[in-house]
C-alpha cells in the first residue's frame, strides 16, 4: 500500500524535478554558509515569501512538503 502511495507521488512529480542535482558548494565555510542563509531568508522576508515573527514556520512547512 505505501508502495502505491509512492508510485502515485512520484507520477506526479514533474521531470525537472526528478532529474535534478543538488546544488553542493563546498567553497564556503561554515559561517559563510550561516550568512548566507541568512541574507536568503532577509531577502525571502523582503518579498514578502517567509516571516521572520513566525520562526519562517511557512518555509519549513514547504519544505517538508
Do not use: C
Not at 512529480?13 to 536568503?40: C, R, W
Amino acid at each position: 500500500r505505501a508502495m502505491q502511495r509512492r508510485a502515485i507521488r512520484d507520477a506526479k512529480t514533474p521531470e525537472k524535478m526528478k532529474q535534478a542535482k543538488p546544488v553542493v558548494d563546498d567553497s564556503l565555510t561554515l559561517q559563510g554558509k550561516k550568512d548566507k542563509i541568512k541574507s536568503n531568508l532577509q531577502r525571502l522576508g523582503e518579498l514578502g515569501k517567509v516571516h521572520p515573527e513566525k520562526k519562517y514556520q511557512d518555509l519549513i512547512n514547504d519544505i517538508a512538503k
